[in-house]
């Protein structure tokens, strides 16, 4: 479902962050790379997004070579395509629960009843169906955190990207997110990517590689 | 950007600062309101005077009109015996005072057989009515009212009632009703002969209504018809008359309309600097957005959505308080705010809903293009680092001097730029420069300052001068919001009172005399006859009177208006008008002496020792140009001639007004009341000391700028109300740095100072760059602006106390505003700050 073939990435004036990364993902698939902060697992994952331009290299996601796609292209893959979890949850504080789910179907323009319908279903599978009417301020950092896992896959995405998850959670939070995130990757069929320096995160991955001297490998 | 997605956005955008928001919807609604305002005033007048000339010219295709005081009757008979005219209707017009009411009567004298053919609505019913009874028409006392001037008389048919004339009051026989007139305003219809006769008018006509033949060839008629009037008089269309007035008004509408105009302007900065506060908060938000797929474009899209909500909400509000403040004006002060351009009397309310409503886009323009240059920053956004990194800014602005040096050359260079037709659009262009220069400058002038200060060990003073020197985008967004309402403000304050000062200084120098009689205050009915003259001059204790006679005529071989005043010229009132040179030359046997006025210097392109031809009684007068001279009271040209040269030219007895010198010992009071006593035999004439008048000038001076007035306040009070809500915003985007400095030590209190510094600073950096830029907005609106559209020469005089109040308080009120934001920043605890994540 993804392939990246022989990216590289140098930052302005500074030595190669990495070199001839190739990586495989298929469909129902949750893989995690693992590396020391400042290695580029955050820099390969944006790449991976369209988020940031790769050096060398293509990316293909579903028949869809990406890295050579436009600016706007790129926002309407993703807004069809892309799931996100971040480490900040980045929840709309103005927005309840379910509204912040719904967020991407909003962007795909689906219509208002098919939004709820979606986006309860989504919560529901989080847990997190008692608090679709609350605002996200009022939850728990967990409780966000699997809201944010619902809001990635409600739009059924290709790719479901996840960077440091965990970061901000205590170690039961962090496995509640985590199998969360691997029950919704397996239940979309979607490509699911982590970067994360938790080997206790990672541990919920199918497979795990590591970014580490500017080589991604097994771990 | 589809309409569920912006609708819930916008839920965003009203969650965020809502204050912030209603002041710049308040903003443009202001200015929107006042250009609104000054559209109706002017459009309601217009629309009067226009429907009034309309009707009463009834089915007449020209006019034949002449200098105010009017022409000679022979000019009738030569017009009327045209053989390409089918009717001519001559008329005499006139307004009377009303005694007892601080207002006057239109009063037209018609032959009624002609004017009929033309407009039947002179016809009255009763009239017609009558049909073979004795008709009143050969009644010289008897009038026809419009209804609505027998409301205002308060009289009905067979009443009778009196109105001033030039030799006592004039009583009058109401003889009936003319309700097709109505429209026209309050009028009084009577015999030509017999209002010539009754107001000393004989010999006399103001017009002559004229309707051609069909099948007479029309350049040739006009011709023809032209080369039989008097010098000074003309053939014109009769929707000329509403023109000529709206040119009359046109400076004094320019004005208030670019004051309108920068009340949009700093609207709009405000919506800009409302939409960057909101854009640098909502940094994380739409870098989400982006991440989840919306385009550059599609968050553009929205922003300009939301400026242009803003702008509606402004323009929506702006309209109505426009037309609702224009009513309110116009019952209280008619059309022109007093200042004296309209003697209607009526109170038409006639909105021009086209202007409105472009007025009302302006606005929305305004704000939705002050939304898009927020989205420029925001296009650079990199979203990965915007939702990474906590740092909640909008890119600092530029730091060189080029473009705000490339930019104040421009305003210097557009200062030059001659007005097109009587538009200062090169003084606008060169204003919108000099602000957008200063705005500009606000980043290399902050890093260019602050290295004056000498870097201290001080903790407090090290972190907010480094803090103010980085000058990240919020920052310079609320110093640039400072800069343009401080410069505003000032340009505004420094023009207002150099006008002020000016208008002042000349008041002193004009009304040299002790007292001074008007014929007529309201109308021009009244005239001061030489009985009257004479018998002022012999009240005992009256040392000389200046009899002054005006006339308002075009100039031959020009367009446009020019007034002519007669009085006795000497170099002391040569000195009073500040005319330059400020003597008279020495009589020689050339043509008479003539000083012309600042305004037909730009208008006629007059110059000293030209000779100019001024149609006067007639006849083709010629006069060499002495001198210039200041004229505050007019915006259209006017000419100074020596009292006994012009009747010596004219044969014209009378005067309008007198300037009555005392004798040096004469007890003043007692000559007053005598000088009251003669001055009362003439109905409607007024009586006043030179003081009295000075301060009524200025009175209506104050009143008409005193919008300017508001609207300085108002600029002063949305800059700080600004400066508070961005200081709040800034606090609230940097409390996990105060989080930290609290765990570095710093208590609460040196956390609040340390804010009150920076404001401290960014209001001194605000207000000096504002005062510089608002100088020099003032000086082109003092010399370019004010000059081209009121022709009127004046010095800079600076309000140096206001100055200085302003800044002080601007500078205050940045330092206290950000103390109380960091005051609510710190408000929660340090622990809580430093692991805050929303
Ligand atoms: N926009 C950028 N410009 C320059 N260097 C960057 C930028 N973003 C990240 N870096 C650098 O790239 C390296 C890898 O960063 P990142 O991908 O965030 O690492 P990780 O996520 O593994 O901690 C770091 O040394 C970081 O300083
Ligand atoms: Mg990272």
Redo the contacts between chains.
Sequence with gaps: MLQARGLAKRWPGGVPLFEAVDLDLAPGELVAILGESGAGKSTLLNIVAGLDRAEAGTVTVSGTTITSLGEDELARWRRRRVGFVFQAFHLLPYLSVEENVALPLLLNGVAAVERRGRAAAALAAVGMAAHAQRKPASLSGGEMQRVAVARAVVHRPALVLADEPTGNLDEANAAATMQALRDAVKREGAAGLLVTHSAVAAAAADRVLRLAGRRLGPA | M?A??AA?LL??SL?GNRWRSLLAVACIALGVALAGAVNTLHASALDEIDRAARLLAGAADYQVKGPRNGFTDEAFAAVAMHPAVAVASPVVELEAPVPGKAEALRVMGIDPFRAARLQPGFIADGAAARGGETPALLDVNAAWLTPVAMARLGVKPGDGFALGGPAGEVVLKVAGALPALDEGGPLAVMDIAAVQYLFGRVGTIHRIDLRLRDDAPREAALRGIAAALPPGVAIVKPDEAAMRTAGLTQAYRVNLTALALMALFTGGFLVFSTLALQAARRR??FA???????????LRAFLALEGALLGAGGAAAGTALGLAASRAMLERFGYDLGAGFFSGTGNTFAPDAASLAAIGLLGVATAAAAALAVTRPLARLD??QA??D?HLDLPSPPGGWALPLALAAGALAAAFVPPAGEIPVGGYLSIGLALAAAVMAVGPASRLLLDRVPASDAPLRTLARAQVKSLPGHLSAMVSGIVVSVALTAAMAIMVHSFRVSLDGWLSGVLEADLFARAAPQGDAVVFSPEAQARMAAVPGVDRIDPIRFERLTPEGATGLLTIIARPVDARLLRGFQADPPAPPPRGSGPPAAWVSEASVDLFGWRAGQEIVLPLAGRRAAFRVAGVFRDYSRTWGAVLVDLADYRALTGDPLANDIAIHLARDAEAKTVEAALGRVVAQVPGAELHDASYIHARALAIFDRTFAATYALEAVAILIALAGVTSSFAALAWSRRREFGVLRHLGLTRREVTRLLALEGAAAGIIGAVLGLASGFAVSVVLVHVVNRQSFHWGMAIHMPWLGVAVLLAAVIALCALGASLAGRAAVAREAVEAVKD??
């Design positions: 589809n569920p997605l819930t839920r965003g969650s994380q938000e989400l957005l982006r991440a989840l797929g919306l385009t550059a474009g599609g979203v990965a939702l990474k906590r994540d929303a």
